[in-house]
């Protein structure tokens, strides 16, 4: 991973927008600083296509897509893209699953849940778990103590022996059913929304994030950015940002903004 401050004007220069996680990527200790979302207007004021591509729920991306300045959200790790039509004055929902394929795979989820609550002591379900639609959040440390990164790879066992697939976050392991993960529906909401095709939103847009469950995302695009607290997680990883900012969380990500903005106005 190279340091942000190796970033050039070519590399930005036919930018097209800024993916971005959230957890620990655009929020620093489950926040969002003044300095993290300052940036984003200062993004979307330079023209600039935002799309966050999240682990959180459906219910949040409800009011993402809607009071946010971006223009789409991808949520539950590639289960939906959201996006408010301003012409209508209405949000748009694009699943990838039909309403009766998401209650089964939501029951089906519950069985797996049921092991991992007895063979895997100190997690719990997601706080924000009732406004899923698609997936299961087990929280290893986010409103509970650490569990540990052995609690963690169990409970990764578990949803693979179930046949889920499953990654895992700064704070969540989160398992669904269903061929999908945030790059593939990112390439989508690319196609359908904007006529962009897969290899030309690889080099016309950067990522940015944070952990295991980024990688799809780092692997996909040739313009990644990992905030400083990836450092954390590098030796389980497989496919690494290209670049790093120097500080964590909400203040890297305002770093990266700042480093664009600053190359596309030379």
Known sequence: MRPLE?????????????????????????RIPACAY????????SGLKLVPITGRPAGWCDHIARMWPVD??????????????AEAGKLRK????????RRENRRRLQAVWEEIRARVPGV????DQHYREADLAVDYCED??????????EIVR????????????????????GDYDKRGTTQLLARELFGIPEETIRRRAVFCGDSPNDEPMF???????????????????????????PSTGGEGFAELARKILSLLSC
């Open 6 to 30: 190796s970033l050039a004007r070519q590399d930005v220069q036919n930018l097209w927008g800024v993916l971005f996680d959230i957890d620990d990527t655009f929020t620093t200790r489950g």
């Open 38 to 45: 300052s940036a984003l207007w200062s993004l979307k004021e």
């Open 72 to 85: 789409a959200v991808v949520g539950e790790n590639g289960a939906f893209y959201f996006f408010y039509d």
């Open 94 to 101: 694009r699943y990838l699953a039909d309403e009766a394929e």
């Open 124 to 127: 719990a379900l997601a706080s």
């Open 144 to 153: 509970v103590s650490h569990a540990g990164w052995e609690a963690v790879e």
């Open 158 to 177: 578990i949803f693979e022996t179930h046949g889920a697939h499953c990654k895992v976050s700064s704070i969540h392991v989160n398992g669904w059913f």
């Open 219 to 245: 692997a996909a695009f040739d313009l990644s950015v990992g905030v400083a607290n990836i450092t954390r997680f590098a030796s389980r990883m497989e496919h690494l940002p290209a670049y790093v900012t």
